[in-house]
T-cell receptor, first 117, second 112 residues
Framework: GAVVSQHPSRVICKSGTSVKIECRSLDFQATTMFWYRQFPKQSLMLMAT?????????EQGVEKDKFLINHASLTLSTLTVTSAHPEDSSFYIC?????????????FGDGTRLSIL | SQQGEEDPQALSIQEGENATMNCSYKTSINNLQWYRQNSGRGLVHLIL?????REKHSGRLRVTLDTSKKSSSLLITASRAADTASYFCATAFSGNTGKLIFGQGTTLQVKP
């Protein structure tokens, strides 16, 4: 089946640090990947749609300068949380579709738990 | 927000019993998908039902879709302790952006 690998699984760092999270599709190409944020005991909130070779599409209220997305290849998208602060602490999850057709499910990475001290 | 609502928010049952979760959404959809999330992990796709389908089965899972009521249900039959997880519905809209809007989720606990 389609596998998405997300790295790192856990980050603990000081306030002001920038953190990069990688999302890779291991056995398929993904022109589109998605980045979500999830607070404890809550649902997933879509942050942005990452498009290979072009700019990401951000959801309303998500700061594009804060959450930098780069989708440089068909198998890799990165999310960089710039100058992270404690309020950025959360569980970040990426996903990718294995195909372009409507009705294609998304395949999720295992998430990155970000803790900013 | 177009996020759907799910009920119940939490469900606790005994092994062997059936579990039913409901999802409602607000706008027209292309398809509706159900996902499962184990604590602290990513989501696993369970089943997808298209807007022109009314019912779908996959193993012990049964999903229904009522587009007139903008609602869906997920039934897990003969539940097992390993089914303990959070379950989310997600709606996909026309336009093929691939974007999904997730419901609030139902936390299911199956007691052995």
């Amino acid at each position: 089946g389609a596998v998405v690998s997300q790295h790192p699984s856990r980050v603990i760092c000081k306030s002001g640090t920038s953190v990069k999270i990688e999302c890779r599709s291991l056995d398929f190409q993904a022109t589109t990947m998605f980045w979500y944020r999830q607070f404890p005991k809550q649902s997933l909130m879509l942050m942005a749609t990452s498009n290979e070779g072009s700019k990401a599409t951000y959801e309303q209220g998500v700061e594009k300068d804060k959450f930098l997305i780069n989708h440089a290849s068909l198998t890799l998208s990165t999310l960089t949380v710039t100058s992270a602060h404690p309020e950025d602490s959360s569980f970040y999850i990426c996903s990718a579709r294995a195909g372009q057709g409507e009705g294609q499910p998304q395949h999720f990475g295992d998430g990155t738990r970000l803790s900013i001290l | 927000s177009q996020q759907g609502e799910e009920d119940p928010q939490a469900l606790s049952i005994q092994e062997g019993e059936n579990a039913t979760m409901n999802c409602s959404y607000k706008t027209s959809i292309n398809n509706l998908q159900w996902y499962r999330q184990n604590s602290g992990r990513g989501l696993v796709h369970l089943i997808l039902i298209r807007s022109n389908e009314r019912e779908k089965h996959s193993g012990r899972l049964r999903v229904t879709l009522d587009t007139s009521k903008k609602s869906s249900s997920l039934l897990i039959t003969a539940s097992r302790a390993a089914d303990t997880a959070s379950y989310f519905c997600a709606t996909a809209f026309s336009g093929n952006t691939g974007k999904l809007i997730f419901g609030q989720g139902t936390t299911l606990q199956v007691k052995p």
